[in-house]
């Protein structure tokens, strides 16, 4: 009889955003007159701007016509999209990156899970806490996180960098040497952020411990203030120790659309001097279909001059709902941190409630769904997500209802 990958099977509860929708769909089932406003999945609500619309509307029509049909794409993606997406956003901020260390993929979650596959089964991780979820479980599908501790609720084999208000949530070096360190900033979810020397302390260490970066900058596109890092590659050495992820979901809405990219420089090798370039180009070619023509020329769209100015417009939107909700519920009494160079919020609970219990009570006496914290590790508890993608109109709505929990 055939058995199952045993990994899978030290995955932890149930997936944090299906809980949360059964917990709402229920709550909705029996209270079907309820107006529920929803800030917890962190997916936008604008449309596609219109140069990305254009974009892609072109792209059809050429693959109805026996000129400019195209079939499969390049495995690595297009050399078009790969030139635009190095210079606007490496070479036009003095980074060092060329065309061909660009990976062009369907998005940031898929090479954040994929990438830890081109390394030594026994490498150890490090990961901030709380995390993005995918960082971690990933690594428990591949074996390489260890057993699962029901109470400290923590994989045996990861070390975890506890970010709390203590530390302004930022991450300390780690005690025990790690050889794969996620970091992801702007932060999902505390919505913090890092300078470009603290970055640039974090490339040094690396690079003196012989450790690889992975660097999640899937939120860039929000940072608002001048000393913020857009990319790793800003930092000096970065070359030699740090891969790079980014999504097109958040700064341009694509998650319907699905592109983003990860960068592996070719200066980047192992213990042995491999490069890990050629490894991933060669997951990439035998495991991945690439992404299609017409929404790598919707990417392509992004960095033309109409598609940057809407974009623009479309995350000051965003990052007006940030403000709404940062001021309304520190004027109300909230302890809040983020929004500034983040689309979320992150909050205490009040009255020591724990994350799951400040979720209930937000659903049930007002009609709000948010994140609960300690669904992304350990020292989330006590702390809360709140997302700035919903739409104006709703988002002011929520903020004045939760006003009223005070
Ligand atoms: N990385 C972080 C930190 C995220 O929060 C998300 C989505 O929420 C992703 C990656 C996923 O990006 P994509 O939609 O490109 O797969």
């Not at 070619?285 to 109409?306: F, L």
């Not at 001021?327 to 809040?336: I, M, P, T």
């Amino acid at each position: 009889m055939f058995k199952v990958n045993e990994n899978y099977l030290k995955l932890p509860g149930s997936y944090l955003f299906s809980t949360i929708g059964k917990k709402v769909a229920a709550y909705t089932a029996a209270h079907p007159e309820k107006e529920i406003i929803r800030l917890g999945i962190g997916d936008v609500t604008q449309p596609l701007a219109p140069a990305i619309i254009e974009a892609m509307h072109k792209a059809v029509d050429e693959m109805a016509c026996k000129e400019t049909f195209k079939g499969y794409a390049p495995d690595l993606g297009y050399e078009f999209l790969r030139s635009a997406i190095a210079k606007n956003d490496y070479q036009d901020r003095g980074c060092d990156i060329a065309a061909d260390e660009i990976f062009v993929s369907d998005g940031a979650k898929c090479d954040c899970s994929n990438i830890q596959e081109i390394f030594s089964a026994d490498c150890r991780i490090a990961v901030c806490d709380p995390v993005y979820p995918v960082y971690v479980d990933s690594n428990v599908m591949a074996g390489r996180a260890g057993e699962y501790n029901t109470v400290t609720e923590m994989f045996s084999n990861v070390i975890y960098m506890p970010c709390t208000e203590g530390n302004n949530f930022s991450p300390e070096f780690p005690k025990e040497n790690p050889d794969l360190i996620y970091l992801c900033y702007p932060n999902n979810p505390t919505g913090a952020t890092i300078t470009k020397d603290e970055l640039q302390g974090w490339v040094d260490y690396a690079n003196k411990i012989g450790a690889v970066i992975l660097y999640d900058a899937a939120y860039e596109a929000y940072i608002s203030e001048a000393d913020v890092p857009h990319s790793i590659y800003e930092c000096e050495g970065a070359r030699t120790c740090a891969i790079e992820m980014r999504s097109f979901s958040k700064n341009a809405g694509f998650t319907g659309v699905r592109l983003g990219f990860t960068v592996v420089p070719k200066e980047l090798k192992d213990a042995d001097g491999v490069a890990l370039h050629g490894l991933w180009a060669r997951r990439h070619g035998t495991k991945y279909n690439g992404a299609p023509y017409i929404i790598q020329k919707a990417g392509e769209a992004v960095y033309s001059e109409a598609g940057k100015a809407q974009l623009k417009e479309q995350v000051a939107y965003y990052m007006n709902n940030a403000k709404v909700i940062y001021d309304g519920l520190k004027e109300a009494g909230f302890s809040v941190s983020g929004g500034v160079n983040a689309p979320y919020i992150w909050l205490k609970t009040p009255g020591n409630m724990t994350s799951w219990e400040f979720f209930d009570h937000l659903l049930e006496d007002v009609n709000v769904v948010g994140t609960p914290g300690s669904g992304f590790g350990p020292s989330g508890e006590g702390y809360f997500r709140l997302t700035a993608f919903g739409t104006y109109e709703n988002t002011v709505k929520a903020v004045e209802r939760m006003k009223t929990l005070l």
